[in-house]
């Protein structure tokens, strides 16, 4: 005998579906704990029109960064080994410097130890002279194909699971989410609204030259020398406010280049957030924080508490890390 439901019955299964669906878990891949109850009180406060500390839509502004924060970073950080392997290509005469020898050896240690000056070679040999439009889709096609030295895993399959889930609780509760990472510009906007339902235009991240060419016939944008922003500490400030125009209330990071962009953020007027991923998780990550070259926190571990962040210890906070895996 089949069943029929009515208009008349409607009521009566709104009744008993609707709690069901109001208590589902936002973030299922966090472990309960005080750090998963302070980021869903403070969504729901701030979403509640009955709410005391409702925050109007327009308002509702999250920031992330991206390395070690929405994906890995450790050796080095993803966009530093798409470089390396397009520096081994590079032909003899570009290798003008030591600096320029090492980054097409593959030898990170020496390009990092250099510092600034060592990533900008690098960077010279990979990220020059190249179409925005040959650039993203050579990045698209090395996401594609390259695997990570130590995981075996596709880059982009090294995304945090429980970061993919805050992304989207935010937005389904009204948050506008935004990049806001040292990383390129134009590397992360590549993959960026596939892989983390972010916007080309939501992501704001360090850039350098850009020269138009061609412009009568066929205007093509070419990445070129020179003009380098580095989207880091500080300038991520000025950043937001050129390109978002007003402070976020939520901000989250991983090391003591965010840390300007906390304060910042959690020191505006109304409920305010500050959330730092502390790489604690050895087994199923890597352990890391004060002595790290890539992705330090010492500043951050210093002021959290006394700022009122959340900490967020990977290996107790996350049931999982990786989307496929625990």
């Not at 798409?82 to 570009?94: H, I, M, V, W």
């Not at 965010?258 to 604690?280: A, C, E, F, K, N």
Request: aromatic share 8%.
């Amino acid at each position: 005998m089949k069943t029929f439901i009515t208009p008349r019955m409607l009521p009566a299964l709104l009744v008993a579906v609707l709690p069901s669906l109001a208590q589902a878990d936002p973030l299922p891949s966090w472990n309960a704990g005080h750090n998963k109850n302070a980021i869903v009180d403070f969504v729901e406060a701030v979403s509640d029109p009955t709410s005391d500390d409702f925050v109007p839509q327009q308002q509702r502004i999250a920031v992330f960064d991206n390395d070690g924060t929405l994906w890995g970073e450790q050796p080095a950080y993803f966009q530093l080994m798409y470089a390396l392997d397009r520096a081994s290509e590079a032909e003899p005469e570009q290798l003008t410097s030591e600096l320029h020898q090492a980054a097409a050896e593959g030898d990170i240690e020496t390009v990092l130890e250099a510092g600034e000056e060592g990533i900008q070679a690098l960077l010279s040999l990979s990220h020059q002279e190249v179409s925005l439009d040959e650039f993203e889709e050579d990045v698209s096609d090395w996401l594609a194909n390259a695997t990570h030295p130590d995981t075996g895993r596709f880059y982009a399959d090294m995304i945090y699971q429980p970061m993919l889930e805050l992304l989207s609780y935010l937005r389904d509760s009204g948050f506008s989410t935004y990049i806001v990472s040292g990383g390129g510009l134009h590397f992360i906007r590549t993959f960026a609204e596939d892989v983390y339902g972010v916007p080309p235009q939501n992501v704001i991240g360090s850039t350098g030259g850009l020269e138009v060419k061609d412009l009568d016939s066929d205007p093509s944008l070419y990445k070129q020398e020179g003009d380098t922003w580095i989207n880091d500490g500080p300038l991520k400030i000025v950043s937001i406010e050129r390109h978002i125009g007003q402070r976020p209330i939520m901000a989250v990071g991983n090391s003591d280049g965010d840390v300007p962009m906390l304060i910042w953020t959690t020191q505006g007027d109304g409920p305010r957030l500050g959330v730092l991923v502390h790489h604690t998780d050895a087994e199923r990550e890597v352990a890391y924080d004060r002595d790290s070259h890539i992705g330090r926190l010492a500043d951050g571990l210093d002021q959290a508490e006394d700022r009122g962040w959340q900490l967020i210890d990977m290996a107790s906070d996350w049931q999982r890390v990786y989307p496929q895996a625990p």
